[in-house]
């Protein structure tokens, strides 16, 4: 399958993914949902919108997980107002977010967030730095097992790029499996963790033929993605 509209639905035995949107320096937001279990992938700007179109309020305040696969504020511009949200709308059950090593964009929101509403916050949230990609996680009734990727940013004013804190993630229900890349240059991680999942979503975010170290080309997303049972093109600019 190739790139679509936005949303973009899969679904197979009660677990779906539902992408509202993942445009390059503009905005990601992911949901997933295994039974009535609810998790968060990248939370990028516009989320509170789109988790309000598609969810109840009840569906929003149990909302257990919000998974990061990198700091860019286009995966992460959302956090700030969703836990403020969460906070306003009185949940009480407890918050997790995970995110990879390093990524100081996240510890900085929710120092940020914990300062300014200690007072007030409802419930509890705890910040899950994942440090060993060796070992899945279980959330609820999900295996998540996070996976290192290659994606690099340009330094200010030259033309040296650094390693950005970086993970894709391999979601397991029930035997069924959807991998999602995040942001990444073609890397034999992602290439392991995509063979035979029910579900790839690859992103193809680089424009041009030649591929660098940030984003892949089509070509590359969709020798991957192809190698899945079912794939989806994302991150494509437009
Ligand atoms: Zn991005
Ligand atoms: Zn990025």
Redesign the pocket.
């Known amino acids: 399958m190739a790139e679509q509209k936005y949303p973009i639905s899969w679904v197979k035995n009660n677990f779906s993914i539902k992408i509202f949107c993942s445009i390059p320096n503009i905005a990601t937001g992911i949901l997933l949902r295994a039974d009535k279990n609810i998790f968060v992938i990248d939370p990028g700007d516009g989320i509170l919108r789109d988790l309000n179109n598609e969810l109840s309020m009840k569906q929003i305040l149990s909302v257990s997980d919000i998974i990061i696969t990198?700091g860019?504020h286009?995966?992460v511009g959302g956090v700030w107002s969703l836990l403020t949200y969460l906070r306003v709308m009185h949940k009480t059950t407890p918050l997790a977010i995970h995110y990879p090593a390093g990524c100081i964009e996240i510890e900085s929101i929710y120092n940020a967030f914990k300062k300014v509403y200690a007072a007030t916050i409802s419930y509890e949230i705890s910040l899950k730095e994942i440090k060993n990609t060796k070992k899945s996680l279980r959330r609820r009734n999900v295996t998540i097992k996070p996976f290192p990727v290659v994606?690099k940013e340009y330094l200010h004013d030259t033309h040296k790029t650094r390693q950005?804190p970086?993970y894709g993630y391999k979601f397991t229900y029930k035997g069924i499996k959807i991998c999602y890349g995040g942001?990444t240059a073609y890397c034999e991680e992602l290439v392991r963790h995509a063979k035979g999942s029910d579900l790839a979503i690859i992103e193809a975010g680089h424009d041009e033929d030649t591929p660098d170290e940030m984003h892949m080309t089509k070509k590359e997303a969709v020798s991957i993605g192809k190698s899945a049972k079912d794939y989806f093109l994302v991150h494509v600019p437009e």
């Open positions: 990198h860019h286009d995966h994606h950005v970086a942001d």
